[in-house]
């Protein structure tokens, strides 16, 4: 797959091989006002261009629920925007993925947003990626204990509970068995984390939803 390059300045990348619809317009457009209230205009263009970077490497890629995939990053953004996180984390927001689902690397990223931005999606990969290599480990308090060393950045933390807290918002396209998993997992590990870093909004979200799966 061949992704625009972001660092262009001629035009926008991604404009030629993607169309946005309108459902998806109406998100990016919803997360750039909520932007306007906190944020630079010209945060406002980076987190737009990072949309439509995002929007071109994951074209063609579905969420269970059938919709394009672009929009779960966008949903985690808008998470973070109602926080008021600072720019450089609601563009690694609308990237996180792009790592792990698609062909883009962390060296395209750094080259069109930052090292700043690829460092962040990269740590948020990682956490995605984190396995076990004993029960001991396994056990949630040590997972979170990992974690939270494991992190240089808390930002990378932040954009992974709005992601989880976003995957729990839509679980309901997902069989039952990889519900209770996924639920289970956010109940043991992701809401004591976001009730630890003061999330209170977000642990409580969390956990209405980990018990409704």
């Given at each position: 797959m061949s992704v625009s390059d972001p660092s262009s300045s001629s035009k926008p990348p991604g404009t030629e091989a993607f169309k946005p619809s309108r459902p998806e317009r109406f998100l990016v457009s919803d997360l750039c006002a909520m932007l306007e209230r906190y944020l630079e205009p010209e945060d406002i263009k980076k987190v737009y261009r990072a949309y439509l970077f995002g929007a071109d490497a994951h074209n063609g890629q579905l969420r269970a629920s059938g919709e394009p995939y672009i929009y779960h990053p966008l949903s985690v953004a808008r998470v973070l925007a109602e926080m008021h996180m600072d720019r450089d984390s609601i563009v690694a927001a609308i990237l996180h993925d792009v790592i792990e689902d698609t062909e883009v690397g962390r060296e395209q990223i750094a080259l069109g947003f930052g090292e700043e931005v690829a460092a962040l999606v990269d740590g948020v990969s990682k956490l995605t990626h984190l396995s076990f290599e004993s029960k001991e480990e396994a056990q949630a308090a040590n997972f979170r204990k990992m974690i939270l060393a494991m992190v240089s950045d808390l930002r990378v933390i932040l954009v992974k509970l709005a992601d989880r807290l976003h995957n729990m918002r839509t679980l309901g396209a997902l069989?039952?068995?990889?519900?209770?998993?996924?639920?289970?997992?956010?109940?043991d590990i992701y809401a004591p984390i976001a009730q630890r870093l003061g999330m209170r909004r977000i642990r409580r979200e969390l956990e209405r939803l980990g018990f409704e799966a």
């Open positions: 069989r039952s068995e990889k519900r209770r998993r996924i639920a289970r997992e956010t109940l």
